[in-house]
Every structure is written in C-alpha cells, then in structure tokens.
C-alpha cells in the first residue's frame, strides 16, 4: 500500500478490490498515531473511525468522489467529535457541527483522521508556535515545517493521509507546501468556504488544500468549490472570467527583477529558483521582466497595517480577559493591534486599494507570475532564537496575495544540495484557479520529482539507479544538475575491487575518471542515485567527452548503471586510486 499515494490510485485500488477501505484506513489511522513530527493536535477515536467505516459501507467506489480517501484538517477547522483549539489548549471548544468544507468532503466520502497542528491563532509562517510542540520537516527535523498550517502539510508530505486541508492570510497554505514538497493551493479567496473556521483575518481568511499530486487538487476543487450563502465573504467560482492558458506553450511569465529578489543570503533557494525559470522557457513560456516592487510595498501593510487589529478582534473576548493565555509571541503580535485606531484602520484601506489599482494593471500584461514561494528556510534552533524577523521574511513574497485577491499555487520545483525542498510560487487573478492546477499538473509531468517525503514517484515516472562518483556527488558542484532532474539520493556505497580511478585533465569543473581493471583490488566510494528514466537523457546530454554512461559492480555484487570513462579520456589523466573516492582527492 505504499505505492498508493494519490487519490486516484487510491480509488482505483479500493475498485479493483487490491486493497480493502478497513485495512487501508486502518493502518493511516495507526500511522498517524505513530507520528514523531508533532503533526497532530487530536484524532478520532477507533469508535469513530468504526462509525466512518460503518457509513461508507452504505455506498460503492463509484457512489462517492471521494470514498475511503484519509484526509487531516488544521485545528483551526470544526470537526464534529473533535475540539476545536486553534493551537491554544485555554480556548479549546467542541463544536456542534463541522465547518462547511469538511462537510462537503466527509458528504463525499473523505475520512478525517483528525486535526493538525498549527501556530497558535493562524499566527505565523514556521510552524514552532505551538504548545503542541514545533512540528518537524518531513526531510530534516532539525528545520522548520512553515506554518502555520504546519500539521497539515507534514502530515501529506509523509503519506500519513492523501490530502488535507489548511488555512492561509499571509502565507499558511504555501510555505509549508514549499517546505515540503507538496502542492498548496490558495484558491480564490471566498470560493472555499470559511464557515466553521476561527478567523485570523476575517476579510483575508482562505481555506486551503495540500496534496503530493496536481491532479489531486482538481479532483478535491470540483468537491470543495460550493457557495455558502452563510459565509458573508463567500463568492460563486467563475472560472468563464480568467483568461490564464493551462499550458506553458506561449504562457507569458512574470519574473521579477533580480534587484527585486530576496533570498536573504540562501545561494541554494536562489539557485533553485534560477533553475525553474530556465525550465520555464525550456517548456515554451515567454518570460517577462516584472515590476513586484508594488506588490511587495502592499505586503508590509499586512503586519505593519491595521490588519493585526483583524487578528485581535477574531478572539478578543479571549484574548482580553488573559492574554498570557496565548504564547508570549503571539500575545506580542496581537496585543500591539490594541493601539489602532479606524482612522488608521481607513487610511490603510485606501492605500491597499491604490496598491491593488497599480498591481491588477501590472498583473494585466501577463498570464502568470512566478515567484519564490519563501527566499529561504531556517532550522527550528534559528527561528526560537529570532522569532520575529525570521517570520517576517519568509512572508516576503506571499504577504500581498490575499490582501490584494489573486489566486496562487505553490509548486515543487527542486532539490538543495541540503537534500532540503525548493518551491516555487504561480500566481494569478481572482478564478484562476483551474488554469493554476492545470500548469501544476503540466510541471509535475515533467519535472520528476517524488511525492511528498515519500521517496516514490507518479507512475509514469518510473526510475532507475545511477550511480555517480565525481563532481556529480551529493553537494558538489554538479549535484544540483541531479537535483533539477527530480534525482533522489538512494546509497552512499563502494564499487567492487577492480576499478582504477583518475582525475581527468581538461578545463572547467574539475571531473574524475572511473575505469574498470580486473588487476585493480581496489574500491571507490560511489553514490547512487534514483532519477526518473523520462530524464536520464537529459542528464546524458549535459555528460562531456569521454565519460559516459554504462554498467559498474558494487561491492555487494549488485551491477548499476553508472558514469564510466572511455580509455581515451586517461592520455591526461592523473591516477587517484589511492585516495578511494573523490572527495578524499578534493580534500587533500
């Protein structure tokens, strides 16, 4: 069950009858509650999960979109069963009903497994801020998840369910979708409803979606996408009013300047991005240079703007009768709102909407825009020691979406030397949702990257091992050519005890030479890789003369395939045997 990891394989194998809706929930249930990421707040209880059971086996696969589909949502959302904590155990409820959009999905046959942990109140963008314990990457646990949807998004990314639900005003639903390898869609704000949902800022709230697959977003879109004339900021979709193509092929791409761009000192986000506005044009888009700087500017009113006063009034009863309730950061946060005053509150209103004026014009010459989805991630041991600033910038580049109503999706783009995910961010006018999940969908395709922490592909993109010994090796100076290609380290290993290894003469990127010699009793230290077969070409392709790709032994005796050397290339060569690998010669 393993290799079950999108929805549509998910419902395919409930058809077929390979796997059983009971086992399959079962076991999700099981692993949530084996979770060490502190992804969870609460979940269901096994008598729960029985009458969840009981109920589907009123219906078939074909009844309900969405049968025996495990989903999380963030415990800021009612669940019926479930208290509601918003990240604070003080202001805890049980709700009588669940809210709207949970609704939908259980009426289509989802399964909740519970709710997710979050930054206390919705409040803030690292996912550490909670007295439920700092949620952990789902790559390395010594780095932030990103909030505050933070639960919501591990919780995916590690395949402990197929989707679930979060929420975003400044960033939520986004920068832990980046930081972990996962599709996050804003919708249009208003198209999802926020019924049942504790507000952060009423007028900004958007209830999101985290998937590993773009397809899986559509599927859940035509489910979620209902009007709910009890939410006063809810709107119709009119999908009719977005002119945004759903394909690269002549897609004109916004990118802004380079003095424009913030990756506050991380060279690998930085190169990461480079990398998706290359592919970019290589997949047909037209690129534009793009003014964000209006954009950016509408951003600071969020935080620095009465906005935070939205924050205060959603749980001001609370809030006044004992602040230190809530941690000392967000007690921070929110009691500074208390010093606004409406003419500040005004005046703000009419700079945003000069703001908007300016970027819908600048949003009109142009189908998308692509920006980082975050300029760079932080360990959880930086964050608790600047939790402020460190926050404030990973706001950079989604603290305007809402404020000025564009639909955005964040996208999996890369992997860092780190081994860390990269992602990126395409945003466009209110309705455009569709097109956004349709070039999701187009990247995915082509980008061959692995779902979610998973370490597994779509499959379509079936891989194969290749083994790597020079300057391709993990953070070396070509690693990031296996990164873009959606390569995933599989083995730090040795080949077998015949091969000659030599340093290749020549200019540029210094390159080693791997030769095989059945009088050699040496062995060299080797990584292999796992790289979709779609994209060995391609990696071939940037391969100079005279290495190349064929068979090379491992000491366990297993045969890979692997960067070689012709004997031609050796006339230059200096021979490096003795030092066992590649890094070993770099060092001395």
């Known amino acids: 069950m393993d290799d079950i990891l999108t929805i549509e394989q998910l419902l395919q194998a409930y058809q077929s009858g390979t796997v059983s809706v009971r086992t399959l929930l079962s076991e999700k249930w099981q692993q949530a509650k084996q979770d060490e990421h502190h992804s969870w707040i609460s979940l269901i209880s096994e008598q729960q999960l029985e009458n969840y059971l009981s109920h589907l086996e009123q219906f078939s696969v074909e009844d309900l979109p969405l049968y025996g589909v495990p989903f999380a949502i963030k415990d800021n959302i009612d669940l019926a069963g479930l208290n509601t904590t918003a990240g604070c155990r003080e202001y805890s409820y049980a709700p009588d009903e669940s809210a709207f959009v949970v609704a939908l999905l259980i009426e289509a046959g989802a399964v909740p497994l519970g709710k997710t942990n979050l930054d206390q109140f919705a409040t803030g963008l690292v996912g550490t801020r909670s007295p439920w314990g700092e949620t952990r990457n789902s790559f390395n646990p010594e780095y932030i998840s990103g909030g505050s949807s933070a639960g919501s998004a591990v919780s995916v990314a590690t395949n402990q369910v197929f989707f679930s639900l979060g929420t975003d005003t400044a960033g939520s639903g986004r920068v832990p979708a980046a930081f972990n390898n996962l599709f996050g869609l804003k919708p249009t704000k208003g198209l999802l409803s926020c019924s049942g949902v504790v507000p952060a800022c009423k007028s900004l709230d958007c209830v999101t979606l985290f998937t590993r697959a773009a397809s899986d977003l559509a599927i859940l879109h035509k489910v979620v996408a209902v009007y709910d004339n009890q939410d006063c900021y809810a709107r119709p979709y009119l999908p009719s009013s977005s002119q945004v193509p759903n394909a690269f092929s002549g897609l004109k791409v916004g990118v802004p300047s380079a003095s424009q761009l913030e990756f506050f000192g991380n060279a690998e986000y930085q190169a990461g991005f480079e990398s998706a506005v290359a592919k970019l044009a290589a997949l047909g888009a037209e690129l534009v240079e793009f003014d964000l700087e209006p954009f950016l500017q509408a951003a600071k009113l969020l935080y620095q703007g009465p906005w935070v006063a939205e924050r205060y009034a959603a749980i001001q009863a609370f809030f006044d009768q004992d602040s230190s309730r809530c941690l000392p950061v967000i007690e921070t946060i929110i009691g500074g709102a208390k010093s606004i005053s409406a ?28 920006t980082p989805t975050a300029g760079s991630t932080y360990t959880i041991a930086d964050v608790n020691a600047d939790p402020i600033t460190l926050n404030s910038n990973l706001g950079y580049y989604t603290n305007f979406m809402n404020l000025l109503d564009y639909a955005a999706l964040a996208i999996p783009s890369s992997f860092c030397p780190s081994g860390l995910p990269f992602g990126f961010t395409l945003f466009a006018p209110a309705h455009s949702d569709s097109a956004l999940i349709a070039l999701a969908d187009a990247w995915q395709q082509q980008s061959g990257l692995p779902l979610g922490a998973t370490g597994k592909y779509l499959p379509q993109q079936y891989v194969m091992d290749v083994l790597v010994c020079g300057a391709h090796m993990q953070g070396l100076a070509l690693n990031h050519q296996l990164l873009e290609l959606g390569g995933v380290l599989k083995s730090h290993t040795r080949t077998s005890a015949n091969y000659r290894f030599y340093a290749l003469g020549g200019e540029g990127i210094a390159r080693p030479g791997l030769v095989r010699d059945e009088s050699s009793d040496s062995t060299i230290d080797v990584e292999v890789w796992q790289l979709p077969v779609a994209n060995v070409g391609k990696l071939l392709a940037q391969i100079p ?31 490096i045997t003795q030092f066992g690998g590649w890094r070993q010669y770099m060092d001395a």
């Open 545 to 575: 003369h005279p290495l190349g790709l064929g068979k090379v032994e491992l000491a366990c005796g297993e045969w890979v395939s692997g960067f070689i050397c012709e004997p031609s290339g050796l006339n230059s060569a200096t021979e």
């Open 343 to 370: 003419a500040d509150t005004f005046n703000a209103m009419y700079q945003l909407q000069a703001y908007k004026v300016i970027c819908d014009e600048r949003l009109s010459c142009v189908d998308v825009v692509i």
